[in-house]
């Protein structure tokens, strides 16, 4: 949970929502559905980011564009990085 304000999507100001729904749409269907129970939006990391919706744009649309399916990597390459490089930085997440 953060500790700093943060916005719900369905009530965050407009220029929060465009951001979140535009990079959205560059993730891979198989991202877009939950892997895991659904945390609330306050519990998620990525909502700290709401309070800078350009830079939680960017940030986020960088994620989309490396996981692009026309790359040569699968989601079970991609987790698999995730796992060694989290395990590496003593990240529990």
């Known amino acids: 949970m ?4 943060t916005y719900d999507p369905a009530n965050a100001p407009e220029q ?6 535009k990079y959205k749409k560059m ?4 991202y877009r559905l939950p892997s895991q129970p659904q945390i609330p939006p306050e519990g998620q990391i990525g ?7 350009d830079v939680m ?3 986020f649309a960088t994620f989309g564009a490396a996981m692009d399916p ?3 990597l699968s989601r079970k390459d991609h987790e698999m990085i995730a796992t060694v490089v989290s395990v590496a ?3 529990r997440y």
Do not use: Q
């Open 2 to 5: 953060t500790w700093i304000k």
């Open 16 to 21: 929060v929502r465009e951001a979140s729904l």
């Open 27 to 30: 993730y891979p269907g198989e």
């Open 47 to 53: 909502s700290s980011h709401t309070l800078l919706p």
């Open 57 to 59: 744009y960017h940030a």
């Open 70 to 72: 026309s790359l040569p």
């Open 89 to 91: 930085n003593h990240c």
